[in-house]
């Protein structure tokens, strides 16, 4: 579904990414690991349009969609939680939600306001509250929940857990989960490399702007010596 080709893409005079490949199939979920500073949020800014690589493509179905602006790609299917999440805080839960609502590309709408309450019944009692209102939790559950209202068929999502308590944290990995298995393919970039891999059906390493490895999560989980050396943890 996404192909990422030779990217390359700098800010001013820095090298960010050097010639990144990466092959994201329908449906399939796909890790992105690499300590701080690697290129993770590069290379996602670069392929959803905010950032324009300096060469390389990005396909999407086959077809060449290299610097599309962000809304055509979020128009096309793909999902996009950002880091530091990226809600609207001047406007309510509800509004952020309701407009955010959009079919898929095959015309279906299964992810519905009330099937986003169903997922984030937290949500439920803060529909009139300001996004500014929210707690980190909270925040990071309407920007999944944004995402989900556009019916995404790939959700990409970059430190969706970042700072938060652990229990909210596992309630994200339950939901990153259920995403999952309802047939979403998901891009994700979590420091949490156990989670990551046990999420994820393939994975890749970023180190200094390339990827460094990759392959099934299962096979990355058994070699924990590699991981903690490239990861630095
Ligand atoms: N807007 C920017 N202008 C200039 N340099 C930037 C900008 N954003 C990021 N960088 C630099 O690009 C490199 C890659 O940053 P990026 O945010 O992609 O890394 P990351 O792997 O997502 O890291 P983290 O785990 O901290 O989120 C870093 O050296 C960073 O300092
Ligand atoms: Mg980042």
């Known amino acids: 579904m996404l192909k990422i080709e030779g990217l390359n893409t700098y800010y001013g005079d820095s090298h960010i990414l050097r010639g990144v490949e990466v ?134 999502l970059d430190e969706a857990t970042e700072g938060l308590a652990p229990l909210i944290v596992a309630e994200i990995w339950r939901v990153i989960a259920g995403i999952r298995s309802s047939g979403i393919a998901t891009l994700i970039v979590d420091r949490d490399w156990r989670k990551v891999l046990a999420n994820t059906d393939h994975a890749v390493v970023m180190e200094k702007g390339r990827i460094v490895r990759h392959g099934a999560s299962q096979e990355l989980v058994a070699e924990p010596a590699v991981l903690e050396d490239l990861l630095g943890v």
């Open 23 to 156: 092959e994201l199939p329908a449906a399939r979920s796909v890790g992105l690991l690499g300590r701080n500073g690697m290129g993770k949020t590069t290379l996602i800014r670069s392929l959803m349009g905010y950032v324009r690589p300096a060469s390389g493509r990005v396909l999407l179905d086959g077809q060449d969609v290299t610097a599309w602006p962000p809304e055509k790609m979020a128009r096309r299917g793909i999902g996009y939680v950002p880091e530091g999440r990226g809600i609207f805080p001047n406007l309510s839960v509800r509004e952020n939600l309701v407009m955010s609502a959009r079919a898929g590309i095959d015309g279906r709408r299964e992810w519905t306001f009330d099937r986003v309450m169903q997922t984030f019944p937290r949500l439920t009692e803060r529909l009139s509250h300001g996004g500014q209102q929210l707690s980190g939790g909270e925040q990071q559950m309407l920007s999944i929940g944004r995402a989900l209202m556009t019916n995404p068929r790939l959700m990409i």
